[in-house]
């Protein structure tokens, strides 16, 4: 049987590539909230795509149950992120930066916090992909460099806390 390997932000972009790479190794779980229509299916890209809002804990917990039973779950990669409106801090409505934190880093800790028992019991390995936001500026993107830069830290904090189980290092692209 194939290790499982759970992806989310699997729709499109860096999740869609990356589950298109591991699909040859693992059983490829893409969650992502733009699979709702069509609910859990195998489809033409030849991984299980899974509709998941990963900012609902019971929607990543259902889903990480869903992909366990495909297979142990080696791999999780949290892929999933919004970067709209591109505004200044000063600018942004709260709505907005609410938006930005349940996605981007309230997930994240979701999911580290759910796979984390699935992750130690196949000796697996989790992946965070944060991006050049978080370290270098651009014009426009002031929440999200914020938020990004966060993750970093929220996953050095994974590695202190769960230490010999979340592996790697912190550093941003």
């Not at 997930?107 to 989790?126: H, N």
Request: hydrophobic fraction near 40%.
């Amino acid at each position: 049987m194939k290790s499982v390997a759970v992806i989310t932000g699997a729709a499109s972009n860096i999740g869609y590539a990356i589950a298109q790479r591991f699909k040859s190794d693992y059983h490829v779980v893409g969650l992502d909230k733009k699979f709702e229509a069509s609910g859990s299916l195998e489809n033409r890209a030849e991984f299980v795509q899974t509709a998941c809002d990963i900012t609902s804990e019971q929607d990543l917990q259902s889903a990480l149950k869903f992909a366990r039973s495909k297979g142990p779950i080696a791999v999780v990669v949290n892929s999933a992120a919004v970067t709209e409106p591109r505004m200044t801090i000063a600018d942004i409505p709260y709505a907005s930066w609410d938006k930005l934190i349940a996605v981007n880093l309230s997930a994240s800790f979701s999911l580290m916090k759910l796979s984390a028992e699935y992750l130690k019991e196949s000796r697996g390995a989790a992946v965070f992909i944060s991006s050049r936001a978080a370290k270098v500026g651009y014009a426009g993107f002031d929440p999200t460099q914020v938020i990004r830069n966060r993750i970093g830290s929220l996953w050095g904090s994974g590695q202190r806390c769960c230490s010999g189980f979340y592996r790697g290092n912190n550093d941003s692209a």
